[in-house]
């Protein structure tokens, strides 16, 4: 089982709440949880920080890279939330599609000197590749693209949604709420249509079984 979660404090978003006295690093993890092992038989607490625990895939990993889950030797991966600036954090819960799964944050900005106007901050939406963290926004296929774009308008973004209706009749998956993976403009209450990337070509397979006639 994948679990997928990101670390920030939702209630204080603004750029007042953090005067940057000390570092501020959030990051999104993604963990590999063993649930084939017995409740009596599984560890103690995981140290998600721990160093060997997880692979950094900040720099955005290309495709058919190593450390892919789930046969690498370790227990996940993690993106740090601070290459856009300081403050980031993680406002939403993730959703997995499509082998896919997708996050919002929120990142305060300073109102320009001089200025009585305040901002709601720089809203994001990460689209990366569950098993390698490879970015897909921009990219047809399961990797390759980026990993993060900005939404219009900034703001508190709401949690991506995953949701099957029916589109004109046919029953369609559809996904709200997150960053557009075609890499097009992005609203936070925009849908796109869920489908999963193949890297394979079909192929007949012919077979035949040996044995005797009595007739």
């Known amino acids: 089982m994948y679990l997928a979660l ?9 750029q007042t709440h953090y005067p940057y ?10 963990y590999l949880d063993d649930t084939a092992v017995a409740p009596a038989n599984k560890a103690a607490a995981v140290n998600l ?20 889950l789930p046969n690498s030797a370790r227990k996940g991966w993690y993106i740090d939330l601070n290459q856009h600036g300081a403050g980031e ?6 959703a997995i599609a ?15 000197a001089g200025t009585c106007s305040t ?10 590749n569950l ?15 980026s990993q993060s774009a900005t939404f219009v308008g900034g703001g508190l973004p709401p949690s991506p949604v995953v949701a099957t209706e029916a589109v004109q009749g046919p029953t369609e998956t559809v996904l709200i709420g997150a960053i557009q993976k075609n890499g097009g ?9 869920v489908t999963p990337p193949l890297n394979f070509k079909r192929k007949m397979l012919y077979w035949f079984t040996s044995g005797f006639d009595n007739k």
């Open 6 to 14: 990101g670390t920030g404090e939702r209630e204080h978003p603004l």
């Open 21 to 30: 006295t000390t570092a501020v690093a959030n990051r999104f993890y993604v």
């Open 49 to 68: 920080d721990a160093v060997g625990t997880l692979a950094d895939f900040t720099s955005n990993p290309s495709c058919g890279g190593t450390m892919m």
């Open 89 to 94: 954090q993680t406002v939403t819960a993730a």
């Open 98 to 112: 499509a082998g896919m799964h997708t996050f919002n944050t929120n990142r305060p900005i300073p109102a320009l």
């Open 119 to 128: 901002t709601l901050g720089e809203a994001r939406g990460y689209f990366v």
């Open 131 to 145: 098993f390698s963290g490879s970015g897909v926004i921009g990219s047809s296929d399961s990797c390759g693209g």
């Open 185 to 193: 403009a992005s609203s936070v209450v925009g849908a796109q249509k």
